[in-house]
């Protein structure tokens, strides 16, 4: 069974600039998280879908979106990006409902020059 | 929103010497999870231990869990050099799991 994949692995972007990753999580399962992570701020929610629905959301500007297709493949978008949105975006996957295992990506490391 | 503290921030220790991670949280939980994260890469989970239960046991992992302390330990024995990581506990409630900044284990060879 394939795990889960981000795309792409490594960027660069310009101040101003939007950026869009990918995550297709492990066949079966529904929901998609997605967090990000900075040395000083550590592991911190974006938000989560389940079944193309949005069913949590962290404390995030409105500039961060995302969404989840029919196949449960997840897309998350960044619009007007700042210097401070330089940071490992993890993707983590999960078969459903309730508070189980997440399986993680390798992550999409975003840089913002 | 719920959220671990892990403590120590860092560690080191010799290869073979036992070491012991801390997580505090500060609601009740459904269950607590612990993942390792090496440098740069995603998270990989440990181990659940549920909200019922008080030790829970993976090869050289041990996990407690008092919930009346709202707390936890990861101990890992007879360390080696792959155990080298950050170590991060995820307190789990209302279907959202959180994770605070982790514990960085450093086995020295």
């Known amino acids: 069974k394939a795990g889960v994949t981000q795309t792409p692995r490594y960027l660069i972007k310009t101040r101003g600039q939007q950026v869009t990753l990918s995550c297709s999580p492990i066949s079966g399962h529904r929901s998609v998280s997605w967090y990000q992570q900075t040395p000083g701020q550590g592991l911190q929610f974006l938000f989560e879908?389940?079944?193309?629905?949005?069913?949590n959301k962290g404390n995030f500007p409105g500039r961060f979106s995302g969404r989840q297709f029919s196949n449960s493949r997840s897309e998350r978008k960044v619009s007007t990006l700042e210097l401070g949105d330089s940071a490992l975006y993890l993707c983590?996957?999960?078969?459903?409902?309730?508070?189980?295992?997440?399986?993680f990506g390798e992550g999409s490391r975003l840089t913002v020059l | 929103s719920q959220q671990g503290e892990e403590d120590p921030q860092a560690l080191s220790i010799q290869e073979g010497e036992n070491a012991t991670m801390n997580c505090s949280y500060k609601?009740?939980?459904?269950?607590l999870q612990w993942y390792r994260q090496n440098s740069g890469r995603g998270l990989v989970h440990l181990i659940l231990?549920?909200?019922?239960?008080r030790e829970k046991h993976s090869g050289r992992l041990r996990v407690t869990l008092d919930t009346s302390k709202k707390s936890s330990s990861l101990l890992i024995t007879a360390s080696r050099a792959a155990d080298t990581a950050s170590y991060f506990c995820?307190?789990?409630?209302?279907?959202?799991?959180?994770f605070g900044t982790g514990t960085r284990l450093t086995i020295i060879p």
């Open positions: 879908y389940f079944s193309e629905t949005q069913r």
């Open positions: 983590a996957s999960k078969t459903g409902e309730g508070t189980g295992e997440l399986f």
């Open positions: 231990i549920r909200s019922n239960e």
């Open positions: 609601t009740s939980i459904n269950n």
């Open positions: 995820a307190p789990t409630s209302n279907e959202k799991l959180t």
